[in-house]
T-cell receptor, first 115, second 121 residues
Framework: AQKVTQAQTEISVVEKEDVTLDCVYETRDTTYYLFWYKQPPSGELVFLIRRNSFDEQNEISGRYSWNFQKSTSSFNFTITASQVVDSAVYFCALSGANSGYALNFGKGTSLLVTP | DAGVIQSPRHEVTEMGQEVTLRCKPISGHDYLFWYRQTMMRGLELLIYFNNNVPIDDSGMPEDRFSAKMPNASFSTLKIQPSEPRDSAVYFC???????????????????FGAGSRLTVL
């Protein structure tokens, strides 16, 4: 069985603060994929990143960075110098090579960035 | 590339009526997924298809729900009869199977439609 836990339901920060969104996963698959999606207030789901289970390199894209640690089954997402436009619900998701290609989503973390 | 297209964007209906949601996936994608989003349950997978064949429908709530994919460019999700508890946003998504890269159109990256917001009164 696969499970994604996003323990933080809501986070509120002031603009320019750094914020980390936590994601912990469970899977029996040896090959799996981890994802982050963003859902802004407009409602669409926007792909941010995909990582393979055999690639633990951290990734940075502008103000966004991701920390993948297999030892702790975590795939955390950090936004540096947050901006109001970062306000959204962020979903972590997991798919496994032996579990089909559908994504199992966490419950999401609602991030509010205030000026 | 127009992305995944869903219709209608909004649907308000009365309990007991039939509801049909439609989806056009990205051309060339071989997987199609239907998800439902509610406040209580979050994003739930209802069913997914590979090459137009249903692979896993274990998430379909009950017999009132049915999904079809008659060809590679069209899928429907039907609810008959609808109930107030079916009120939710229904998302369609499509993807390529594994074998490609991880970019925005890479393998196993789901591209979602804008969603269909269903309200059953």
């Amino acid at each position: 069985a696969q499970k994604v836990t996003q323990a933080q339901t809501e986070i509120s920060v002031v603009e320019k603060e750094d914020v980390t969104l936590d994601c912990v996963y469970e899977t029996r698959d040896t090959t799996y994929y981890l994802f982050w999606y963003k859902q802004p207030p407009s409602g669409e789901l926007v792909f941010l990143i995909r990582r393979n289970s055999f690639d633990e390199q951290n990734e940075i894209s502008g103000r966004y960075s991701w920390n993948f640690q297999k030892s702790t089954s975590s795939f955390n997402f950090t936004i540096t110098a947050s901006q109001v436009v970062d306000s959204a619900v962020y979903f972590c998701a997991l798919s496994g090579a032996n579990s089909g290609y559908a994504l199992n989503f966490g419950k999401g973390t609602s991030l509010l960035v205030t000026p | 590339d127009a992305g995944v297209i869903q219709s209608p964007r909004h649907e308000v209906t009365e309990m007991g009526q039939e509801v049909t949601l439609r989806c056009k996936p990205i051309s060339g994608h071989d997987y199609l997924f239907w998800y439902r989003q509610t406040m209580m349950r979050g994003l739930e997978l209802l069913i997914y298809f590979n090459n137009n064949v249903p692979i896993d429908d274990s998430g379909m709530p009950e017999d009132r729900f049915s999904a079809k994919m008659p060809n590679a460019s069209f899928s429907t999700l039907k609810i008959q009869p609808s109930e107030p508890r079916d009120s939710a946003v229904y998302f369609c998504a499509s993807s390529l199977g594994l074998g490609g890269t991880g970019g925005p159109r890479g393998a196993n990256v789901l591209t979602f439609g804008a969603g269909s917001r269903l309200t059953v009164l």
